[in-house]
């Protein structure tokens, strides 16, 4: 049986190499694309993203990729989203007040505040708490962590009924699926097992 393929987008503001090398080890087949003619026909797309919001959704538009996207997202055609891929699914953030972001999933991102026991950025592990039956997390047993690094998240009020929280002062989406939108705030190439679980899942109970 063939490995799937999935088109992993280049436009400048991702870290293509570890998801690339990350996305194989899952048992998927890579082709890595600055081209957005390719979005068209490709069966599956993972959308990376680190960096400013602003200088990712910039990124994106200039290297003509927003209507592609959301044209194959919209279709149905199985997205995954890593780190700010994930956040430019909402509508907007915190981080780039006036900057629409791909508003495939209604809600705003917001700022983690500094706290006691809780500085900004979050780095390091954080634990996943499952809700409903998302295809990324299915038969995940067992408590499972992940790493992260970021300010910013996706609040647990944006309507999502499959996916994982975490909490870091306030609960947020630590992965959701939405229909055929799946992402993962953490880096799952940094997160060892549980990272490259989730992969593995996504290739078997997404992409078939």
Same mark, same amino acid.
């Given at each position: 049986?063939?490995? !799937?393929? $999935?088109?992993?987008?280049?436009?400048?503001?991702?870290?293509?190499?570890?998801? @690339?090398? @990350?996305?194989?080890?899952?048992?998927?087949?890579?082709?890595?694309?600055?081209? &957005?003619?390719?979005?068209?026909?490709?069966?599956?797309?993972? $959308?990376?993203?680190?960096?400013?919001?602003?200088?990712?959704?910039?990124?994106?538009?200039?290297?003509?990729?927003?209507?592609?996207?959301?044209?194959?997202?919209?279709?149905?055609?199985?997205?995954?989203?890593?780190?700010?891929?994930?956040?430019?699914?909402?509508?907007?953030?915190?981080?780039?007040?006036?900057?629409?972001? +791909?508003?495939?999933? !209604?809600?705003?991102?917001?700022?983690?505040?500094? =706290? &006691?026991?809780?500085?900004? !950025?979050?780095?390091? *592990?954080?634990?996943? /708490?499952?809700?409903?039956?998302? !295809? +990324?997390?299915?038969?995940?047993?067992?408590? =499972?962590? =992940?790493?992260? $690094?970021?300010?910013?998240?996706?609040?647990?009020?944006?309507? $999502?009924?499959?996916?994982?929280?975490?909490?870091?002062?306030?609960?947020? *989406?630590?992965? +959701?699926?939405?229909?055929?939108?799946?992402?993962?705030?953490?880096?799952? /190439?940094?997160?060892?097992?549980?990272?490259?679980?989730?992969?593995?899942?996504?290739?078997?109970?997404?992409?078939?």
């Amino acid at each position: 049986m063939t490995s !799937p393929e $999935v088109l992993l987008l280049d436009y400048g503001a991702g870290n293509v190499r570890s998801a @690339a090398k @990350a996305l194989e080890r899952a048992g998927m087949r890579v082709r890595v694309s600055a081209d &957005p003619d390719d979005v068209p026909h490709a069966s599956a797309l993972v $959308v990376p993203g680190q960096g400013h919001f602003r200088q990712v959704m910039q990124a994106f538009e200039t290297g003509g990729f927003h209507g592609p996207v959301t044209d194959a997202a919209r279709a149905g055609v199985p997205l995954l989203g890593i780190c700010v891929g994930m956040q430019m699914l909402l509508s907007d953030s915190e981080e780039a007040p006036g900057v629409p972001g +791909l508003n495939l999933i !209604p809600g705003t991102v917001r700022k983690f505040t500094a =706290a &006691p026991g809780h500085k900004v !950025p979050q780095m390091g *592990w954080n634990a996943l /708490e499952r809700v409903g039956d998302s !295809p +990324l997390l299915r038969e995940l047993n067992g408590p =499972a962590y =992940a790493y992260f $690094v970021h300010s910013y998240y996706v609040p647990a009020d944006v309507a $999502v009924q499959h996916g994982a929280l975490a909490d870091y002062g306030v609960p947020f *989406w630590a992965a +959701l699926s939405v229909g055929n939108l799946h992402a993962t705030q953490f880096h799952p /190439e940094k997160s060892g097992a549980v990272g490259l679980a989730l992969l593995e899942r996504f290739r078997r109970n997404v992409l078939g």
